[in-house]
């Protein structure tokens, strides 16, 4: 693996570890502060996101903007990346081997960030990332300490915007988010916030 944000991009982008990558229309590999204290970790690329090789660039990225806007944040102060860099075909939940091929890469993104905190954004990061019996409605929005790193999980914007019911408590998770940010991240700057 490489020591260096350049040739990890290149090595990930020439990645054939799994069925994903020979389906790709772009590789996803992520975006933001390379020194962010904050990293965001979804599932894997839908389909706007395969077609500009940015995650979170739909709707879901829309409301993921309008969440980091509430606790004073934006893209440019945070990192965002994904479990798998592939598009899933039909936008499907990534199959564990898939994930397992792909994990390396997210693991090598966490070495080279340093982060502080790590937020799973949904289920399916949250098991990769804090517990494979991770279960979303009941541990969102508490903090786990795992392998050295703080790492917390709130529900993935696509089921937000699929249940709003849900927002009330997404809300709570990012203020909590905010609380911990204050804490522990000193170089992260807090921007006037709404929550």
């Known amino acids: 693996m490489s020591d260096s ?21 772009n590789l996803v590999f992520g975006v933001g502060d390379e020194k962010a204290e904050v990293l965001f970790v979804g599932e894997g690329p839908g389909e706007q996101e395969d077609l500009k090789g940015e995650p979170f660039v ?8 309008d969440m980091l806007a509430m606790i004073g944040l934006d893209r440019s102060r945070v990192y965002i990346a994904n479990i798998v860099k592939c598009r899933p075909p039909h936008n499907r939940d990534p199959q564990p081997n898939e994930q397992q091929a792909c994990i390396g890469w997210l693991e090598r993104q966490v070495e080279l960030i340093r982060p502080k905190l790590i937020v799973c954004l949904g289920r399916i990061a ?24 703080r790492i917390m999980a709130t ?24 609380k911990e940010i204050r804490e522990r991240c000193p170089n992260t700057d807090i921007r006037y916030d709404t929550l």
């Open 155 to 178: 529900y993935h914007p696509s089921a937000l915007l699929r249940d709003e019911s849900k927002r009330p408590e997404a809300f709570m998770d990012l203020r909590e988010l905010r």
């Open 58 to 65: 739909g709707p879901a990225g829309k409301l993921l903007d």
């Open 5 to 25: 944000w350049t040739q990890l991009k290149q090595d990930c982008a020439a990645c054939q570890n799994c069925p994903l990558g020979a389906t790709r229309t």
């Open 126 to 149: 949250a098991m990769a990332l804090i517990d494979p019996g991770f279960r979303i409605t009941r541990q969102h929005g508490q903090w786990f300490d795992v392998k050295g790193r």
